[in-house]
């Protein structure tokens, strides 16, 4: 199946945009959603809408099979050893707040370091700042290469004995940068430290195996990954689950109340207080479903044609900066366009049907680190296609135009 075979597989994609065919280049910020999804979460609400390890009824048993269903295939998805290892949560950013209250807290101290990088996502740096500040311990960063990359070298030289955690994201939703985060686990690993992936912008685009990673953590989000928003997941090593305390409480989570005094259900309830989140898991299933029949190997090779391609091209017009490096990125390119503000851009490209992302990402030291404020950022996925790219240069050209710079 191509990628204009597989375009037809999402609704939203068939509509016009102020009378242009939409092409959509912003699915690092949310992907679309094939009609199989689509379907599935309908499905949930119109035959199977239950609470779910409750009612004995049909109902209730059919929405915990959907729900667990969704676990397993999202355990052996990314190869966790067992379900137990796998908390679902809101997102990426609850996951990391998760790790980083339940278990970065109790483990750091006075003069501990935890190490992370100056290109992360905000829900990557923030929670880090809050947990040094509450414990005492320094934060860290592996400084960046002048194409925005690290090295295994860097890693090294910033990651001691003193470090007790690191946190890195698999992929820049900026730079485009694949950051080598196996090898930092294991350096983490040799001093002490535990090790969490952001994976948000890596698990819709490439096989992940966390076994092989050895990471000790693992965060995603579904809405990136053609699944509903407000669904994605926390992987983590069993035993260090199991010494974490939860963070949220009521509902699900407990296995005995008294008055003064409760205990908690085992992994991986204990995380997962109240009504979880039951039509988006059903909803990830059925991403996964898609997401394996079309293969991760082929999407991951599209990307990369598909990058490399529009890489060749953009770096033709005039007056155009590409940030991070040429080769070794994921399916994405920042740019700024000659003196012209990337929401002016972003907004003249949405006159031609064009939807891309402008501003800091999420990204606001790496903005200062690129001696920017702002940037425009077209991502592809897997229903892209070189006439998307080839479109996206013509509306960068004509914007120059509109803006008064010369072409050529």
Known sequence: ??????????????????????????????????????????????WDNANVHRGVHTLGSR???????????????????????IIFTRGTTTAINL??????????????????????????????????KATGAVLKYIPLQPDGSITIADAE????????????????????????VKEIAAIAHRHGAKMLVDGAQSTPHMKIDVQDLD??????????????????????????????????FGGEMIDHVDLYNSTWKELPWKFEGGTP??????????????????????IDAH????????????????????????????????FNLGDV???????????????????HHCCQPLMRWLEVSATARASFYLYNTEQDVDRLVEALLKTKEYFGHAIG
């Open 215 to 248: 990471c000790d953590f693992y965060t995603l989000s579904g809405h990136k990954m053609c699944a509903p928003t407000g669904i994605g997941a926390l992987y983590g090593k069993k035993v260090l689950l199991e010494g974490m305390e939860p963070i949220e």
């Open 99 to 132: 790790v980083a209250s339940s278990y970065a807290r109790a483990v750091c101290g006075e003069g501990d370091e935890i190490v992370i990088t100056p290109m992360e996502h905000h829900s990557n740096l923030i929670p880090w700042q809050q947990v040094a």
């Open 277 to 298: 989140i039951i039509a988006g898991a059903v909803g990830l299933g059925a991403a996964i479903d898609f997401l394996q029949e079309i293969g991760l190997h082929n």
């Open 341 to 359: 503000h990337p929401h002016d851009v972003a907004t003249v490209l949405d006159t031609e049907g064009i939807a891309i992302r402008a501003g």
């Open 303 to 334: 990307e990369k044609q598909l990058t490399a391609y529009a890489m060749d091209r953009m770096s033709g017009i005039p007056d155009i900066s590409i940030y991070g490096p040429r080769d070794n990125r994921a399916g994405l390119i920042t």
């Open 157 to 180: 030289a910033t990651i001691t004995e003193r470090t007790k955690f690191v946190s890195v994201m698999y992929v820049s939703n900026v730079l485009g940068v694949v950051n080598p």
């Open 1 to 46: 199946m191509n990628s204009s075979q597989i375009r037809e597989l999402f609704p939203i994609l068939q509509q016009e945009i102020n009378g242009h065919p939409l092409v959509y280049l912003d699915s690092a910020a949310t992907s679309q959603k094939p009609e199989s999804v689509i379907h599935a979460v309908k499905r949930y609400y119109e």
């Open 63 to 85: 929405a915990t099979d959907a729900y667990e269903g969704a676990r397993e295939k999202l355990q052996k998805f990314i190869n966790a050893r067992s379900t137990q290892e």
